[in-house]
Every structure is written in C-alpha cells, then in structure tokens.
C-alpha cells in the first residue's frame, strides 16, 4: 500500500492533492525538513553544506539554479550527463531524481531514483533550502513529456 509507513501528516498532504496531481501540486505541499531526513539516502555519495566537498558524488549545496554538470570544477562528470545542458530546475531535479538512467543514459550514477514523487518533492524543498536564489524556480520550463529530458 502506498500510505503504509507514511505519517498522518504525510497522508493528509497525499489527500489534500486530489486525482492525478501535477509536479506543481506535489512542491506546494512539499516539506522540506522531511525531505532532509530523505536526502540522507543521498549522502552516502553527495554532502550538501557549503564547501563540504565532492564524495563519489559531487556536492550538490546550491545545485538547484546551477547548469547541469557544473556544481562542482573538481568532480568528472560523464558525457551523458555533460550531453543534457541546461540548468537544474526543480522540475529537472524531479526527473533525475525519478530515474538518472532514463533522464541520462549512460550516465555513471547507479542510484535507481526515488519511486514516490511526494519524497522527491520533499527532497527538492530541501535542496532549494541549500540553494542561494531558492533553486532556480523560474529558470526554465518544464521537463517534456515521456523519454530522456533534451533540455
């Protein structure tokens, strides 16, 4: 069931959203103090404070609003990532968040994705937290439908 080990709060925001919610719906109920204690599945390979420094991952303080493939000068990015251009918006950050593989094949990031798009919202409100400008809200539209994102 998709409710089991949510909180009562979490599936009153999953209620308030209604029949087939849009990216949109899902950030204005995003909660960015859980989507902390998420971004710890992240940390094994990416830290987040200022100046922290790559892992196995770059470092991803204020990635939202930053050109793909750009938050950190020392980190070898692959091609397929490098290929996508463009700027992490949130909605970008959704699709990678999704499936990194589908958004950049070839990529070298084995994460599979986050399955729930609510946890992705979540994960994305804290990482606007970590961003200087809010992360780009504005930057560009929205992710195409169906396939890899071209950006």
């Known amino acids: 069931m998709l409710l089991a080990g949510c909180s009562d709060d979490d599936q009153e925001r999953r209620r308030s959203l209604g029949?087939?919610?849009s990216f949109d719906d899902f950030m204005e109920v995003?909660?960015?103090?859980?989507g902390a204690r998420l971004f710890g599945q992240c940390a094994a390979c990416h830290t987040i404070r200022m100046g922290a420094g790559d892992r196995n991952g770059p470092g991803l303080h204020d990635v939202l609003g930053r050109p793909v493939a750009s938050n950190s000068k020392r980190f070898s990015y692959t091609?397929?990532?490098l290929s996508i251009g463009g700027v992490w918006t949130p909605d970008r950050m959704d699709a990678w968040l999704t499936a990194p593989a589908k958004m950049a094949p070839g990529t070298s990031m084995g994460f599979r994705g986050v399955p729930?798009?609510?946890?992705?919202?979540?994960?994305?409100a804290y990482l606007r937290t970590q961003s200087a400008d809010g992360g780009g809200a504005s930057a560009l539209p929205s992710r195409p439908r169906g396939g890899a994102f071209k950006g």
């Open 19 to 21: 029949e087939d919610p």
């Open 30 to 34: 995003a909660d960015a103090e859980r």
């Open 79 to 81: 091609g397929a990532l």
């Open 116 to 124: 729930d798009p609510l946890d992705r919202a979540d994960i994305i």
